[in-house]
Nanobody, 121 residues
Framework: QVQLVDSGGGLVQAGGSLRLSCAAS????????MGWYRQAPGKQRELVAT???????NYADSVKGRFTISRDNAKNTVYLQMNTLKPEDTAVYYC???????????????WGKGTLVTVSS
């Protein structure tokens, strides 16, 4: 059993900053890629940023240069530093991790319950 706990959301004004955290716990053999996704009201869930075990990252064009994803493998934790926030960034942000619970098992994607980020004008 694996649980992802994402946190750090809140209400900020445009131009402000926020840092999201997501810690994985439970039966974990290894974690491959980790990432952040978001879903705005009435919109589909979209990729925000991902990071591989080796530290390679990719970002949605809309957040490139403003957001930074990082991870601490020793803590099974991924972070998302969000700077220069815009009202269009308002969404529920979900943590995702590709996890193996056993050596022989296939990796499975697990999701956090989401943390709400609201950016006011």
């Amino acid at each position: 059993q694996v649980q992802l706990v994402d946190s750090g959301g809140g209400l900020v004004q445009a131009g402000g900053s926020l840092r999201l955290s997501c810690a994985a716990s439970g039966i974990i053999f290894s974690i491959n890629a980790m990432g952040w996704y978001r879903q705005a009201p009435g919109k589909q869930r979209e990729l925000v940023a991902t990071i591989t075990t080796g530290g390679n990252t990719n970002y949605a064009d809309s957040v490139k240069g403003r957001f930074t994803i990082s991870r601490d493998n020793a803590k099974n934790t991924v972070y998302l530093q969000m700077n220069t926030l815009k009202p269009e960034d308002t969404a529920v942000y979900y943590c995702n991790a590709e996890v193996r619970t056993t050596l022989a098992g296939l990796p499975i994607h697990y999701w956090g319950k989401g943390t709400l980020v609201t950016v006011s004008s």
